[in-house]
Every structure is written in structure tokens, then in C-alpha cells.
């Protein structure tokens, strides 16, 4: 038991870490000019990492990759209290050591590709709002309730068979293009921690930690409502009538 936990951990632990290196490191490219321009290859980076280790760990780990879907998928009720605390710590320690080694190769005018706004925080993937904190807070969490929402119907409810990744993978993507010029669109504490604790700014650090639980816990009530509803919406048949003599 100890050993498949352990392996879940591990497979957590290679995706999240993947998840920052690619998507902040992606966007820190984006934002000198040195790559693709724009959000939409900001946020198929992301979704493309996402669907890819999905598609790699998902049959593993469940492919949660984000303390807020592993919230989400506790308060389903559908793994344990320990488990999910050990997929998070997992994934925060992958977050901070990609941070981390971001920092270390795009840092600085002598590293990497020796740009000097690469030693900002936000090249990291820390975030800035460009609107008001309360706009930003419901824009987080309703981004975090349709990824958890798609991650509990198609992985864990298994309704997309095969396909659950691209789904998952497709919805980050999409999150990231409506919401990555307001709020970076993170919808994630620990891509949004990790690359704050690598750069010392932790401005707003309130709002990216709790919006997303707030979203995948209401992701989980509706999951659970829907479920329900379905289970007891099934039509008995009537019973039929012997026909007059």
C-alpha cells in the first residue's frame, strides 16, 4: 500500500513540477519576445502539459496535478484525508523546485536568454491582477470550478472514458485565455506560491490560495448534487395494465 502511494507521489510530483518548469517557464519566453507571442500559446502550454501527464499518470495518480483539484476530489469524497494531504505537499515541493530551477537558468543577463526582465517575478509565473482584487478572486475560483468540475466528471466518474485528459488538458487552456491578462490565471496555490516563494513577492497571496479551494469545493457540492439528481431521477417503468374484458 505504502509503495503505490509512494508511486503516486512520485507521479505527482513529475507533472506538477513539469506543469510549472513548462507553463511559467513558456510564458517567461512569451514575455521577452523570444517565442510564441501571445496568451493562447501561454495557455496551450499549460493545457498541452496537463493532457500529456493526464494521459501518462492519470490511470496512476488520478492526475490531479493541483492542490485544488485534490481538495475538490477530497470533498467529493472520493480518496482520503491522507492521501490528499500527501498529493499536496507533493506537488507544492515539485512547484518550488521548478520555480526554483527557472530562477536559476532565466534569473539573471548572464543566464539563459540573457534578458534582464527575466529576473522579474512575474517571468516566473508569479502573477499580477490587472483588475480589482474582488473581480480577480471570483475569476479565480469560477476558472477553478471548471477545471474540478471537468476533472470529477470525466476522470473520476470516468464518463469520458480514454478522452478524460483532453478534456482536462483543453479546460486549462481555455481557463488561461479568458483569464491569463486579469489574473494570470493561475487557479492553482501552487503555481501561484512556488514561483512567489522563488521571487519574494507574495502580493495577493490570499486571493490565489483560497479562490481556487472556493472553487473546487462548490465544484465538489455540484458534482455530488448532480449525481444524486441522476441516481434519483431514474424513471421506474409503469406497470402495465391488464387490458379490459
Given at each position: 500500500?505504502?509503495?503505490?502511494?509512494?508511486?503516486?507521489?512520485?507521479?505527482?510530483?513529475?507533472?506538477?513540477?513539469?506543469?510549472?518548469?513548462?507553463?511559467?517557464?513558456?510564458?517567461?519566453?512569451?514575455?521577452?519576445?523570444?517565442?510564441?507571442?501571445?496568451?493562447?500559446?501561454?495557455?496551450?502550454?499549460?493545457?498541452?502539459?496537463?493532457?500529456?501527464?493526464?494521459?501518462?499518470?492519470?490511470?496512476?495518480?488520478?492526475?490531479?496535478?493541483?492542490?485544488?483539484?485534490?481538495?475538490?476530489?477530497?470533498?467529493?469524497?472520493?480518496?482520503?484525508?491522507?492521501?490528499?494531504?500527501?498529493?499536496?505537499?507533493?506537488?507544492?515541493?515539485?512547484?518550488?523546485?521548478?520555480?526554483?530551477?527557472?530562477?536559476?537558468?532565466?534569473?539573471?543577463?548572464?543566464?539563459?536568454?540573457?534578458?534582464?526582465?527575466?529576473?522579474?517575478?512575474?517571468?516566473?509565473?508569479?502573477?499580477?491582477?490587472?483588475?480589482?482584487?474582488?473581480?480577480?478572486?471570483?475569476?479565480?475560483?469560477?476558472?477553478?470550478?471548471?477545471?474540478?468540475?471537468?476533472?470529477?466528471?470525466?476522470?473520476?466518474?470516468?464518463?469520458?472514458?480514454n478522452l478524460a485528459p483532453l478534456a482536462i488538458g483543453m479546460t486549462?487552456?481555455?481557463?488561461?485565455?479568458?483569464?491569463?491578462?486579469?489574473?494570470?490565471?493561475?487557479?492553482?496555490?501552487?503555481?501561484?506560491?512556488?514561483?512567489?516563494?522563488?521571487?519574494?513577492?507574495?502580493?495577493?497571496?490570499?486571493?490565489?490560495?483560497?479562490?481556487?479551494?472556493?472553487?473546487?469545493?462548490?465544484?465538489?457540492?455540484?458534482?455530488?448534487?448532480?449525481?444524486?439528481?441522476?441516481?434519483?431521477?431514474?424513471?421506474?417503468?409503469?406497470?402495465?395494465?391488464?387490458?379490459?374484458?
Amino acid at each position: 500500500m505504502q509503495n503505490h502511494l509512494s508511486a503516486k507521489l512520485l507521479a505527482e510530483f513529475i507533472a506538477a513540477f513539469a506543469f510549472v518548469f513548462i507553463g511559467a517557464g513558456a510564458a517567461a519566453v512569451v514575455r521577452t519576445g523570444a517565442g510564441l507571442n501571445g496568451i493562447a500559446a501561454i495557455a496551450f502550454a499549460h493545457g498541452l502539459t496537463i493532457m500529456v501527464f493526464a494521459f501518462a499518470y492519470g490511470s496512476l495518480s488520478g492526475a490531479h496535478f493541483n492542490p485544488a483539484v485534490t481538495v475538490g476530489v477530497l470533498a467529493a469524497r472520493a480518496m482520503s484525508l491522507g492521501e490528499a494531504i500527501a498529493y499536496i505537499i507533493s506537488q507544492l515541493v515539485a512547484a518550488v523546485c521548478a520555480a526554483l530551477l527557472l530562477r536559476a537558468v532565466l534569473g539573471g543577463v548572464d543566464t539563459g536568454l540573457g534578458r534582464p526582465e527575466l529576473a522579474q517575478g512575474v517571468a516566473l509565473g508569479a502573477t499580477t491582477l490587472t483588475i480589482t482584487p474582488g473581480a480577480g478572486f471570483v475569476i479565480e475560483a469560477v476558472l477553478a470550478f471548471f477545471l474540478v468540475i471537468v476533472v470529477l466528471t470525466t476522470a473520476v466518474a470516468r464518463s469520458a472514458g480514454n478522452l478524460a485528459p483532453l478534456a482536462i488538458g483543453m479546460t486549462v487552456a481555455l481557463d488561461i485565455m479568458m483569464g491569463g491578462a486579469l489574473t494570470g490565471a493561475n487557479f492553482n496555490p501552487a503555481i501561484s506560491l512556488d514561483p512567489m516563494v522563488a521571487t519574494g513577492n507574495f502580493t495577493n497571496a490570499w486571493l490565489y490560495v483560497i479562490a481556487p479551494i472556493v472553487g473546487a469545493l462548490v465544484a465538489a457540492l455540484i458534482y455530488k448534487a448532480l449525481k444524486l439528481l441522476a441516481e434519483d431521477g431514474t424513471e421506474v417503468a409503469p406497470r402495465a395494465t391488464a387490458p379490459a374484458e
